[in-house]
């Protein structure tokens, strides 16, 4: 089935400095990915729509600037936090959809960030 | 705009038994895509089950099946022979399927306990 691979896993980023996050669709090509936040035994709220080859879209109250979406290749996408503060600290979800099975998506396993 | 209602914060359950997990939905919407996902404590997001509003049969996989009520909106799913590795938050979610942006909504989750 479908793969995501969302890297890394975890990581502890010092206050003012930024982080990259990625997400790839490893068997399959992705023109949409998703980036979702959680904050602890919270439901994912929607960041931002990556699109291949144009620019992201970002929901309402989502920094553009802060939370930058690069989606170059039709398996990556990527989630910069820059210059990263405390209150950014949560975990993040992207998801891609694999138009070949389906209207589901598959949700990579996520990214514990926690800014110090 | 659509919306996702899951009214049980936590439910319990014993192992070998049933459960039943609700959701209510608004859309002004005919055709979209309803699910079930399941979060473990590793936080990876697994798909239970999917419905298509089209649909009249409610979707079954193995021992999850849903009732769905599309003109009450609602979509509930129940768990047979519920057992300790069901324990996980569950996530209803609706996708919206106009101008073709398929961004999920999700629901606030219902925390599930299978106790032994």
């Known amino acids: 089935g479908a793969v995501v691979s969302q890297h890394p896993s975890w990581v502890i980023c010092k206050s003012g400095t930024s982080v990259k996050i990625e997400c790839r669709s490893l068997?399959?090509?992705?023109?949409?990915m998703f980036w979702y936040r959680q904050f602890p035994k919270q439901s994912l709220m929607l960041m931002a729509t990556s699109n291949e080859g144009s620019k992201a879209t970002y929901e309402q109250g989502v920094e553009k600037d802060k939370f930058l979406i690069n989606h170059a290749s039709l398996t990556l996408s990527t989630l910069t936090v820059t210059s990263a503060h405390p209150e950014d600290s949560s975990f993040y979800i992207c998801?891609?959809?694999?138009?070949?099975?389906?209207?589901?998506?598959?949700f990579g396993s996520g990214t514990r960030l926690t800014v110090v | 705009a659509q919306t996702v209602t899951q009214s049980q914060p936590e439910m319990s359950v014993q192992e070998a038994e049933t459960v039943t997990l609700s959701c209510t939905y608004d859309t002004s919407e005919s055709n979209y895509y309803l699910f079930w996902y399941k979060q473990p404590p590793s936080r990876q997001m697994i798909l239970v089950i999917r419905q298509e509003a089209y649909k009249q049969q409610n979707a079954t996989e193995n021992r999850f099946s849903v009732n769905f009520q599309k003109a009450a909106k609602s979509f509930s799913l129940k768990i047979s022979d519920s057992q300790l590795g069901d324990t996980a938050m569950y996530f209803c979610?609706?996708?919206?399927?106009?101008?073709?942006?398929?961004?999920?909504?999700f629901g606030t989750g219902t925390r599930l306990k299978v106790l032994a």
């Open positions: 979610a609706f996708i919206q399927t106009t101008s073709g942006t398929y961004k999920y909504i």
């Open positions: 998801s891609a959809r694999d138009l070949g099975t389906g209207s589901g998506y598959t």
């Open positions: 068997d399959f090509q992705a023109t949409t």
